[in-house]
């Protein structure tokens, strides 16, 4: 099963650096005496961190051309 093309993957990883300034800012925002946020910033952020991070593998594979798993999996035992 082919997963999402180049421009597809770069629209993920560029919406979640989005995310993580949008709850940036929102994190910095003034608070209102009395009240809590219910939704931690640092929370979301961590979670959009955590999309770009499961992206960067994908990315390789598409600009390198081959899989990447498939790829460490096969050099995995010619360094014994």
Do not use: E
């Amino acid at each position: 099963m082919p997963g999402p093309d180049l421009t597809t993957t770069l629209a993920i990883m560029f919406s979640g650096l989005g995310v993580i300034l949008l709850a940036g800012w929102w994190a910095k925002r003034p608070r209102i005496p009395g009240t809590i946020r219910w939704i931690s910033p640092t929370a979301i952020q961590f979670l959009a961190l955590i999309v770009i991070v499961l992206m960067v593998p994908h990315l390789v594979g598409l600009l390198g051309g081959q899989d990447f798993v498939a790829h460490m999996s096969s050099n995995r035992s010619m360094g014994r």
